[in-house]
């Protein structure tokens, strides 16, 4: 196909593409005439991939280059592929830690912080333990749950490891159903991109679900009407 | 208890706590003398509170102020106040829509994105009356659903309601034990913050166990190892 059918079919724009071509991200067409070039349809599922990773997940170019080197050179090793792709997506950290704010805190409360941090990291040790889950050694996710647990901690909510583990146990289903979702064999690039696209995509949605959940859970339980 | 304890237990600064004052985020503490007041236990709850709706959540003052005059209000009616703090936080949109590119449309694709909105909200609805779910009128997170829907459709991935069914029966379970977690007597204060710091809070954590759990089963299904 031309170029102008390749940006229809992907939703990238022409000069988006030739951008793309230019900086290695695209691999060349095969030339037709002297400024003309034939597209496949891994020309459509690649820049589909590039799309999401700098679109949806908001990827630099050069991230996102290295991540397509990879996905190159991993060909055929699904799971380090997929690796590869969900460890190439830093997690979102929404929550902001609480404002700590120098001039309120007590004295030697500095030094505290880093037995709350250590505290933290062992916990979440435990409760990855507990549900048998292997791991890269320290993945950034884990980071996250000691940070939000350190956070409990300080706001005065009587919170650990053991409160997460049935929230750990939805996680667990939640993650073969993406899993049942991922074609086990086939093209690398389309499983990665489809990997990128549930496990970054569906972030929100899945929070979202949990808000209306509650909204109704919350009107059966503590509803007048 | 004096200003500087009040300090010491919320873990907010006394500039801060004076700002607060001045702006009637906080109500004033009993004056003792000249230059002092003393504050209660519903001072260090407050500030918690104002905490954590600016410090973890990032509202504004004045977003955090409306809050709080609706807490207030609504003391005794723990259906409305909860109400109020989930409906009071924007649902965190951290998938951003792929951009949009007019150059890339083909022609006529503009006139189609309105019917593509149109179907995702019936796909929304058609998914919450499936789940049994009943919410306010057009909630901010039906629409984070709706736009999910939207992005893939527009990705090219073949994903409708039904697919998200699974998903939202394990946002119903985690909203039940999320409202497990709330005395469902006692101070609407102390409701309120403990609201917000479970959906709030949570959040990050949540979507990081869901990655830990990926890497893990994606090493069971295809590692090699």
């Known amino acids: 196909m031309r170029i102008s059918e390749l940006s229809r079919r992907s939703g990238v724009s022409i000069p988006t593409i030739k951008y793309y071509l230019r900086d290695g991200l695209l691999p060349a067409g095969r030339p037709t005439a002297a400024n003309q070039a034939e597209y ?26 290295d991540v397509l080197a990879a996905v190159d050179e991993q060909q055929g090793d699904v799971h380090l592929l997929l690796g590869l792709v969900l460890g190439a997506l830093p997690v979102e950290r929404s929550g902001r830690p609480p404002r ?76 073969r159903l993406d899993l049942d979702q991922l074609p086990d064999a086939g093209d690398p690039l389309q499983q990665a991109e489809r990997a990128v ?3 970054v995509l569906l972030e929100p949605a899945l929070l979202a679900l949990r808000r209306l959940a509650q909204e109704h859970h919350s009107a059966l339980r503590f509803g007048n009407g």
Chains 1, 2 share one sequence.
Do not use: F
Not at 42 to 64: F, P
């Open 40 to 65: 496949d349809e891994d020309h459509v599922r690649r820049l589909r991939l590039i799309r999401s990773l700098i679109g949806v997940r908001g990827l630099s170019v050069s991230a996102t280059k």
């Open 100 to 175: 700590r704010d120098g001039a309120a805190e007590p004295a030697g409360a500095g030094a505290a912080e880093p037995a709350g941090a250590r505290d933290a990291a062992e916990d979440v040790a435990a409760l990855t333990a507990e549900m048998g889950w292997k791991t890269s050694p320290n993945p950034p996710a884990a980071q996250v749950v000691a940070e939000t647990l350190e956070t409990m901690r300080a706001l005065g909510v009587d919170y650990d490891w053991r409160s997460l583990v049935p929230y750990a146990e939805l996680a667990d289903r939640a993650a």
């Open 197 to 199: 696209l549930l496990t």
